[in-house]
């Protein structure tokens, strides 16, 4: 690899599982953002979406060991709050 002289396997069983490892979990993933659009709304599901990041956090600290600090708590606080907000008013509005 330092050398730039590796290259992928001309296998076609590589290359299939390259491409349904791509194309699937991304196909599924937009048909379930759709689906919840007409669940839940684009606001509310547009919100959530900020649930993503402290998610990620928190596995990475579960997972890997990485270092949660004080400023990954306040952005948690932050996203949580208005998370909280956006999810109230639309269910005041709708």
Known sequence: MATGTAVPPASSEFWLTTVFTAAVPSL???GLY???IRGI???SLNALLFAVAPTTAVAGA???GEPFTVFTAVGFAISAVAVATVLIAES???
């Open 34 to 36: 759709w689906w919840l």
């Open 62 to 64: 579960i997972i890997f």
């Open 41 to 43: 709304g684009v606001t």
């Open 28 to 30: 599924v993933a937009y």
């Open 92 to 94: 005041r509005a709708g």
